[in-house]
């Protein structure tokens, strides 16, 4: 460029894309010393910095990338040219500047952005400039005090050798031609000095070629030859510094001493170090030159045995002795087709460490790159992961891959597409879902099936299944898909498993000669991690899936001239995928198959023994069905059959068939006998939660009043609901929260919730039987006898039991305790929520079933007795005023919720009023709390006394000294007697001295004597401190909330 133009400027309509790496190379005569000039700068309108330039400061060179800008000490002679490249990686974060083909250190500790550079920027060439009201406005100052030619641009980063072989190309992005610049009063001048070559030391004869746009350009030959050496080194080194990075220090080193020479640094690796600095490390050496293989040799020797000192500070110093240098034969990678997202793309033979690059299918324009890297461990040529950034989607969606051609060579390429494009669906159609199983299904035709690639396949259909997609009208293809890939899969070894969410396959290689039998069992089965496989295991309580195949099978195998016969099993961790239009019955296990390649098995002679875990628990008996999969049912699409099945045993958590050949089995329910639809299902949660949480209020309003209130916790009835009712609270609160706490995932929380949950339940029963208990102490065991501690007693009792309990579950079988699953829905296992409970049926069976159903037929019991005995009551007294049915009533249900009677509901919930019953417990269950506190809080004028007394104020305040016997006037009164079962006892009056209670019984002036005042005769509230006596004062009261005839003395 002659100095005396302005400047030049590349054209308007050429813009600089985006770019993400690139090369750019010119030729540089200076003719005069400054202090400051430019090169050429690439500036962004509105940023302050270049985003990419080249300046000059004295002798040195500044170089400028993303606003960023390292110096450069390199001394450039005037009056002579100089070859210039700049080449670029932002992935990589690299940046090199060569002169006249050598490396020149960038001194400024800047790292290397990983940004693109701004596109739509503008270049000038020899001057800087800035932007006036959004015009080009040239800087004066820094003008280039010389000449430039054979200024170029590439759209990526160049190697030192691709450099060499590019010196005279013409630039993909930028060429050196007249029409793509403005000239801006600058003019082409030919010149015959310019060089396009490298700078021989020992010139030939020059040869001489025409360029278009700088006319005559001559090159000189003959050229040394270069070429890449590669080497393994390993050596000893000692760093003086111990708190600096070691590795980083090191690495440094080596970039720096290699790098003067031409070579890089290629995974470097630390072995080993001691506490006296010394460290042992090995990495690969890539050298690019002319000299022999012992020449490089020598030199990198030569390089590594001077010590070094990085930043002033750390010294390393290497041991010559122990420098150990190898000569590397790496080969080249191999041309590589492969399919991606982006297209089909054919990778070229290329050379270790060099970069293939092949225009975009989707957009000729860009570039796509893959760099055949040296392996650190093989010290192979191996190719890496292609970039293709800027190349758009060929294969954006699922109907795409109808445009994809599945060959031997692409087979895996194609399955990583169809994996990353259904993994981010929730949902497949139908059409989806053809193209998909389509795909698949050319790739285990057309390929060998390695384990690999098997393994893929099987994660792409686990990756279907778990999708809420329709999978009925497909379930025979995936089915078949699967089989193929057991069929045809080749693997060391007698055997091989594959896993995957829901899905597991093991394959095995038997001698048909020697089969004495074979079992496969699924144990651990979650939608987030692969099943667990056990092979030739009895089942045990964590078995979801069992089946076991008698030797009998082995003369069904096919004989193959003495190689091995294959068997696979298949288990489907899903109900979804095998869908019937029986409505009558459904799927209540996972499905597991068995199948020999080649061969037939029928009527077998032995029965094939398949166990399965049901998944909702049998617990009403409904019929089961032993059933296997037909694919030629229901026009093909498949359904479930019973030939050749039979049920051997069952009970509710599991079923044992016998079937005389091999296929895909399942165990069928009876839904039409199964507990309630999903809606009723979905109702009967909802009530369950809003009925405790509602329960967990007023039974803490509960405990709060008694609590606060000493006198109405005097007695013994009172302190018995107190007990029962924080019983209740824990057992509602725990409820409440378990569902949220199993969501943790944590094995230890789980059990201490399941243990807590266990616990209150047996403690809510077990107060309710002490409530019975205690009523039928105070009305039918009317003995004179004193009871010491008492309450003491009964405490120990109503804790000390379910802690025994549950106590000899955690010693005798902990891990009975752990996370189940419940189902909300009876079609979507999707639905699945995880509850901390008791996993094992005979635990539950023994220590919560039998143990409620004791408690509640003792209950029944007392409560019977009590009836009896107030009816006896009735007829033996005088005639007086009856109270009305209504207060009746409210008497025996405030008895039924105080023991716990509205359980019994739970066994009858079958035949026509199953639903309606369900919603009833439901209701009367969750609430229970809630009418504990109704009838025994709420209702009784002692608490409502006390809340005036205490709560309340003005009007509806009652002073504290009111007589209580005023406000029990719901009892009845009744007069001083003698039991007639009871001759023995003492009259009320005489035996009152002897009496512990805290209560007693008054006498008013206006009765006769021997009278007793009226008193309220409440059998679950309060109770004196003598149990029992044979007399009834106002602390022994029946419901205030019912009526009870009076006793009168005989």
């Known amino acids: 460029m002659n100095p005396k133009c302005n400047f030049l400027q590349l054209r308007d309509d050429l813009r600089i894309p985006k770019l993400e790496e690139l090369t750019v190379c010119l030729d540089l005569w200076k003719q005069i010393q400054v202090q400051n000039w430019c090169v050429f700068m690439y500036k962004k309108q509105g940023r302050e910095d270049p985003q990419l330039g080249l300046f000059g400061e004295g002798g040195n060179l500044r170089v400028w990338l993303s606003e960023s800008s390292w110096l450069s000490s390199v001394d450039l002679s005037l009056q002579t040219w100089h070859s210039v490249c700049l080449t670029w990686s932002g992935p990589r974060q690299r940046l090199h500047l060569y002169v006249n083909g050598s490396v020149v250190k960038l001194e400024e500790e800047i790292s290397v952005p990983n940004v693109p550079l701004a596109p739509n920027g503008t270049l000038t060439l020899g001057v800087s400039h800035g932007f006036t009201n959004g015009e080009l406005v040239p800087e004066s100052g820094h003008k280039l005090p010389g000449y430039m030619s054979l200024f170029r641009m590439w759209d990526q980063e160049y190697s030192h050798r691709q450099l060499l072989d590019l010196r005279c190309a013409k630039g993909d992005l930028i060429r050196w031609v007249v029409s793509d610049w403005h000239m801006h009063g600058c003019k082409a001048i030919p010149d015959t000095g310019l060089k396009c070559e490298t700078f021989p030391t020992t010139p030939s004869t020059p040869s001489t070629y025409t360029n278009a746009s700088t006319g005559p350009i001559t090159s000189y030959g003959p050229l040394p030859t270069f070429k890449d050496s590669f080497f393994r080194v390993r050596l000893n080194v000692n760093v003086n510094n111990p708190y600096q990075d070691s590795e980083e220090v090191i690495r440094i080193w080596l970039q720096e001493t290699l790098g003067k020479d031409q070579m890089s640094v290629l995974n470097l690796e630390i072995l080993t170090g001691d506490p006296s600095h010394s460290h042992s490390c090995t990495f690969q050496a890539q050298a690019v030159t002319s000299l022999s293989i012992s020449q490089t040799e020598w030199r990198i020797r030569n390089h590594l045995k001077e010590p070094y000192v990085y930043n002033g500070t750390i010294e390393l110093i290497p041991e010559s002795q122990s420098i150990h240098i190898t000569h590397i034969e790496p080969g080249a990678c191999l041309e590589e087709s492969q399919q991606m997202r982006e297209g089909f793309y054919i990778w070229p033979q290329t050379e270790a460490q060099q970069t293939a690059t092949v225009p975009c299918e989707g957009d000729p324009r860009q570039k796509a790159t893959r760099l055949c890297c040296l392996d650190g461990v093989t010290e192979k040529a191996t190719w890496t992961a292609p970039d293709l950034l800027l190349c758009p989607l060929i294969v954006a969606t699922i109907l795409d891959l109808d445009n994809v051609v599945v060959l031997p060579s692409n087979s895996m390429d194609v399955v990583e597409i169809i994996e990353n494009l259904t993994s981010c669906h929730t949902k497949l159609s139908f059409t989806e879902l053809v193209i998909v199983l389509g795909k698949l299904a050319e790739v285990v035709n057309m390929s060998q099936m390695t384990p690999p690639l098997g393994t893929a396949i099987i994660n792409v259909i686990a990756n279907i299944i778990a999708t809420d997609s329709d999978l009925s009208l497909v379930t025979n293809e995936i089915l078949s898909i699967t089989d193929s890939i057991g069929n045809k899969m080749t693997f060391g070894g007698d055997q091989y498993n594959v896993a995957a969410p829901s899905l597991a396959i093991s394959l095995f290689n038997v001698d048909p000669g020697h089969f004495q039998g074979l079992s496969f069992g699924v144990s651990s089965v ?384 079958w035949g026509p009023a199953k639903v309606a019953l369900l919603y009833l417990f439901a209701i009367l269950n969750s609430l229970q709390g809630f009418f504990v506190f109704l009838f025994h809080c709420l209702m009784k004028e002692s608490v409502r006394k006390q809340w005036r007394i205490h709560l309340c104020c003005g009007r509806f305040r009652l002073m504290e000294h009111s007589d209580l016997s005023h406000t029990a006037t719901v009892g009845m009164k009744f007069r001083q007697y003698q039991l007639t079962h009871a001759p023995s006892m003492k009259s009320a009056k005489s035996d009152h001295s002897n009496s512990t209670s805290s209560t007693s019984c008054s006498s008013h002036s206006d009765r006769g004597p021997g009278s007793v005042s009226g008193v309220t005769l409440d059998l679950t509230s309060e109770r004196p401190l003598v149990l029992p006596r044979a007399q009834f004062c106002s602390s022994l009261l029946l419901p205030e909330t019912g009526s009870f005839p009076q006793w009168n003395k005989r």
Not at 796 to 813: A, H, Q, R, T
Not at 831 to 840: A, E, G, I
Not at 889 to 908: D, E, H, I, K, N
């Open 526 to 909: 979650s939608q987030d991690s692969s099943p667990e496989i056990f092979i030739n295991q009895d089942p045990f309580d964590d078995t979801v899936a069992f089946i076991s195949l008698p030797h009998v099978v082995g003369n069904y195998l096919p004989q193959q001239n003495g190689t091995s016969s294959r068997v696979q099993f298949h288990f489907y961790g899903t109900m979804d995928l095998f869908k019937d239009s029986e409505p009558k019955m459904k799927l209540n296990t996972y499905v597991v198959s068995a199948s020999v390649t080649n061969a037939t098995i029928v009527d077998l002679e032995q029965p094939i023994v398949v166990t399965l875990h049901h998944l909702e628990a049998n617990m009403l008996n409904d019929e089961v069905q032993c059933v296997y999969w037909d694919v030629n049912k229901n026009d093909k699409l498949g359904g479930w059959e019973s030939s050749g099945c039979t049920v051997n045993h069952t009970i509710a958590t599991r079923t044992t068939c016998f079937c005389n050949h091999l296929t895909h089995f399942g165990v069928l329910l009876d839904v039409s006998r199964t507990m309630v639809s999903d809606v009723n299902e979905e109702i009967l949660t909802i009530i369950s939660y809003l009925g405790c949480g509602i329960s967990s209020i007023f039974l803490g309003i509960s405990l709060l009043t008694y609590v606060a209130f000493e006198k109405l916790r005097r007695d013994y009835p009172s302190k018995i609901l107190l007990n029962l009712s924080l019983a209740l609270l824990g057992l509602n609160l725990v409820f409440l929260v378990n569902s949220w706490l199993s969501s943790f995932n944590s094995y230890g929380l789980c059990i201490v919730v399941a243990v807590v949950q266990h616990y209150t339940l047996l403690a809510s029963f077990t107060w309710m039987g002490l409530e019975a208990l205690h009523m039928y102490f105070a009305l039918v065991k009317v003995f004179n006898i004193y009871v010491p501690f008492y309450m003491l007693k009964f405490c120990v009792l109503g804790w000390g039991i379910p802690l025994i309990i549950v106590s000899l579950v955690l010693i005798v079988k902990m891990d009975a305790y752990g996370s189940i699953l419940y189902d909300n829905s009876t079609q979507k296992q999707n639905t699945l929520d995880q509850f901390c409970w008791l996993k094992s049926d005979v635990v539950f069976y023994v220590s919560v079933v039998a143990y409620i159903l004791f408690i509640l037929l003792c209950n029944v019991s007392v409560f019977v007795v009590v009836l009896v005995q107030i009816r006896n009551m009735r007829e033996g007294k005088a005639a007086r005023k009856r109270s009305g049915l209504l207060h009746d009533l409210r008497g025996v249900a405030s008895l039924t919720f105080l023991l716990g009677l509205t359980w019994m509901l739970a066994f009858f919930t």
